[in-house]
């Protein structure tokens, strides 16, 4: 669908949305359709945005990472920020967490076990894992990204958060760890011009 139409369609949808689902504050308050129509288009600006910079995201991916073709880096990008989003962590933390752990390897495994694009060491996170194939994308990305979350909220320290995720407590090689993190993250940022 070329660009206008899609254009169109969108604003078709939201005048639509407007019509068809008013917000009601309460029985005293409504939002006017314009109030309404205003919030939808920015929803829609919102959206777009975001959609373009995981654009830029997953093809600054590819340009580092030969090996990862540009529908897997989009799939990365999309589980990435879906479960940062649910867990409140910053999702270009956790592309460098990707980028540091398994250099975006799917199918990666470390000498101590641990699988795949955010290294889950599956011995300690079955309960996380619940069956699930650990090798997939979005299973990977949301269980490491649940390892993430719960290490950064028990330390309530990025550093020793990272520590925690890496399985030390090692302040060097937290520091190194965290080094690695941005630098990796950093690189990509620069490539996708954010």
Do not use: W
């Not at 068809?20 to 939002?31: A, D, G, M, N, R």
């Not at 959609?51 to 600054?60: D, E, F, L, R, V």
């Not at 889950?120 to 069956?131: E, L, P, S, W």
Request: glycine fraction near 4%.
């Amino acid at each position: 669908m070329p660009s206008k139409n899609k254009k169109i369609f969108a604003y078709i949808f939201v005048i639509l949305s407007c019509l068809l689902f008013p917000i009601k504050v309460s029985e005293s308050f409504s939002l006017s359709t314009k109030q309404i129509f205003d919030y939808k288009i920015k929803e829609v600006k919102k959206y777009q945005e975001e959609k373009k910079k995981k654009q830029k995201i997953a093809t600054a991916i590819t340009s580092v990472y030969k090996h990862v073709s540009l529908t897997e880096a989009t799939r990365i990008v999309d589980a990435v920020y879906k479960y940062s989003k649910i867990h409140k962590i910053d999702p270009l933390l956790l592309i460098g967490v990707i980028a540091a752990e398994s250099s975006f390897k799917k199918n990666a495994v470390s000498k101590k076990g641990a699988v795949g694009y955010t290294q889950v060491n599956v011995k300690y996170h079955q309960d996380k894992i619940k069956g699930r194939n650990i090798f997939d994308t979005y299973v990977n990305i949301q269980v490491g990204t649940m390892i993430l979350s719960n290490c950064l909220r028990k330390h309530n320290n990025l550093q020793r958060g990272l520590g925690c995720y890496n399985g030390t407590s090692d302040s060097l090689k937290i520091k190194k760890f965290h080094k690695t993190i941005n630098a990796r993250k950093n690189q990509i940022l620069l490539l996708a011009s954010l």
